[in-house]
């Protein structure tokens, strides 16, 4: 069980690892979906890893973000995005 609790990947198991994928990274730091500061071999690298990924394993479940809306009322709330 590579992603499981002491697998060699637990540590990107239920979480958006983007960057560590691209970066091949298992830095706490780099365990994060923010890619904007990726270069473009590094998003190439990122985009091996879907396909492999689509490739070879069913899709069961997706990453939801949560970000800060502002509302009218000037208090802030959180919506759920799907990702």
């Given amino acids: 069980m590579f992603y499981g609790p002491g697998g060699p ?7 958006d690892a983007s960057r ?3 970066n091949m990274s298992f830095e706490p730091d780099d365990l994060t979906g923010d890619v ?9 690298a990122l985009q091996e890893w879907e396909y492999k990924f689509k490739s070879k ?4 479940r997706t990453v939801k973000k949560t970000v800060s809306v502002a509302v009218a009322d000037a208090r802030t709330t959180l919506r759920t995005l799907i990702a």
């Avoid at 990947?9 to 979480?15: E, I, L, P, Q, V």
């Avoid at 904007?36 to 190439?44: A, D, M, N, Q, T």
Wanted: proline content about 4%; aromatic content about 14%.
């Fill in 57 to 60: 394993y069913v899709i069961i």
């Fill in 9 to 15: 990947y637990a540590s990107f198991a239920g979480r």
């Fill in 36 to 44: 904007s500061v990726l270069g473009p071999l590094e998003i190439e």
């Fill in 20 to 22: 560590a994928l691209a």
